[in-house]
């Protein structure tokens, strides 16, 4: 079992990657591996009308929920062209900010896997921790401690067996586009 964790954050060893640091940490403890990836600062674009939904016959990127960032952007890409893929195996968003705004961000990401079917993993709180200056999360103990109890209940939901393999039985996909 892996879990890749992705930093979006512009700052690669920022509070975002220490609350990262912190989930990757707990869930090796609990022997499942853990990988973060940083993707802050790439270039990962919104619909830049390509055309290639017209050579694919379906389109690349759909936005979901808000506006777009580097994360968003690569969600977008990966849930819409992929996400079938992605149901049935756990999710979990984390947010770091200075002091609002997280549960707007949680909000947010954790809709992408609502949306794919994908259980969300909780924790004791809101999956956020607290940080203005680089290292000030470090300083965030509520904080981190979530981070480590969202860590163990991923270990737990992966351990206790989660997929297609124990998915329920799936109606197929009824579209409402609300104009009728």
Same mark, same amino acid.
């Given at each position: 079992?892996?879990? #890749?964790?992705?930093?979006?954050?512009?700052?690669?060893?920022?509070?975002?990657? /220490?609350?990262?640091?912190?989930?990757?940490? @707990?869930?090796?403890?609990?022997?499942?591996?853990?990988? &973060?990836?940083? /993707?802050?600062?790439?270039?990962?674009?919104? *619909? &830049?009308?390509? $055309?290639?939904?017209?050579?694919?016959?379906? *389109?690349?990127?759909?936005? !979901?929920? $808000? %506006?777009?960032?580097?994360? *968003?952007?690569?969600?977008?890409?990966?849930?819409?062209?992929? $996400?079938? !893929?992605?149901? !049935?195996? %756990?999710?979990?968003?984390?947010?770091? *900010?200075?002091?609002?705004?997280?549960?707007?961000?949680? +909000?947010?990401?954790?809709? !992408?896997?609502? /949306?794919?079917?994908?259980?969300?993993?909780?924790?004791?709180?809101?999956?956020?921790?607290?940080?203005?200056?680089?290292?000030?999360?470090?300083? +965030?103990?509520?904080? #981190?401690?979530?981070?480590?109890?969202?860590?163990?209940?991923?270990?737990? #939901?992966?351990?206790?067996?989660?997929? %297609?393999? #124990?998915?329920?039985?799936?109606?197929?996909?009824?579209? @409402?586009?609300? /104009?009728?």
């Amino acid at each position: 079992m892996k879990v #890749l964790l992705i930093n979006g954050s512009p700052h690669r060893e920022g509070n975002t990657f /220490i609350a990262l640091s912190e989930v990757a940490r @707990t869930l090796e403890s609990e022997g499942v591996q853990a990988e &973060i990836v940083h /993707i802050g600062t790439k270039a990962v674009q919104g *619909c &830049i009308a390509c $055309g290639k939904c017209a050579e694919l016959g379906h *389109c690349v990127l759909v936005y !979901y929920a $808000g %506006p777009n960032g580097s994360l *968003c952007a690569l969600l977008d890409r990966v849930f819409y062209s992929c $996400g079938k !893929y992605l149901a !049935y195996k %756990p999710g979990a968003a984390v947010a770091v *900010c200075r002091r609002g705004g997280a549960s707007a961000t949680f +909000d947010r990401l954790n809709k !992408y896997f609502t /949306i794919m079917n994908m259980p969300v993993v909780p924790s004791q709180y809101w999956n956020s921790v607290h940080g203005r200056l680089p290292g000030e999360a470090r300083e +965030d103990a509520e904080g #981190l401690q979530t981070m480590r109890v969202l860590a163990r209940n991923m270990a737990r #939901l992966l351990k206790a067996g989660v997929g %297609p393999a #124990l998915a329920p039985e799936a109606e197929e996909r009824q579209w @409402t586009h609300f /104009i009728r």
